[in-house]
């Protein structure tokens, strides 16, 4: 289940936004708001789906809650990233969908991570885990500055009055 178009369907954006304040299960957080869209998807999407995220993501900015998009399927959008994924960064096409997604989801550029699914693939494909691990390994660090400033406030709060 994902965040569908109708207001009725899929993931509800109240339910998301609550996550993102702290109302879930004790001992979680949410340290990063990540979403996941298929390239080959995003012209087929309407407006109603990205009024959702947009609602979600304006929240999460809010709350200073670092936003990444994979963006998925970057090799069933692209004929010359299918052919070797080595080149999805020298790809028009994907550097277009990149914008593209930017703009509907209003996340800047630099944030959206092309990646791609393991599907037919009968072994590990080391193409496919280079793109993934590098966008991980973006995200980690911003997830983890937002863990440090939280826990900077609330140590501030705690802190004992000397007198």
């Known amino acids: 289940?994902?965040?569908?178009?109708?207001?009725?369907?899929?993931?509800?954006?109240?339910?998301?936004?609550?996550?993102?304040?702290?109302?879930?299960?004790?001992?979680?957080?949410?340290?990063?708001?990540?979403?996941?869209?298929?390239?080959?998807?995003?012209s087929l999407m309407n407006n109603k789906y990205f009024n959702k995220w947009k609602t979600i993501r304006?929240?999460?900015?809010?709350?200073?809650?670092?936003?990444?998009?994979?963006?998925?399927?970057?090799?069933?959008?692209c004929k010359i990233t299918e052919e070797n994924l080595q080149n999805i960064y020298k790809s028009k096409k994907i550097r277009d969908k990149i914008i593209q997604c930017s703009h509907l989801l209003g996340v800047p550029v630099?944030?959206?991570?092309?990646?791609?699914?393991?599907h037919q693939e009968t072994d590990v494909n080391t193409d496919i885990n280079c793109l993934m691990l590098d966008a991980l390994k973006n995200i980690v660090p911003w997830a983890n500055d937002y863990v440090k400033k939280c826990s900077n406030k609330q140590n501030s709060h705690q802190q004992p009055k000397i007198e």
């Open 1 to 42: 289940m994902g965040a569908e178009a109708e207001a009725k369907a899929g993931v509800n954006t109240q339910d998301i936004i609550s996550a993102l304040k702290g109302h879930m299960k004790e001992g979680y957080k949410m340290h990063c708001l990540v979403n996941v869209i298929a390239a080959d998807k995003i």
């Open 58 to 77: 304006e929240t999460a900015s809010s709350m200073g809650i670092p936003q990444v998009v994979f963006m998925t399927r970057a090799d069933c959008d």
């Open 110 to 118: 630099n944030l959206v991570f092309p990646v791609v699914n393991y």
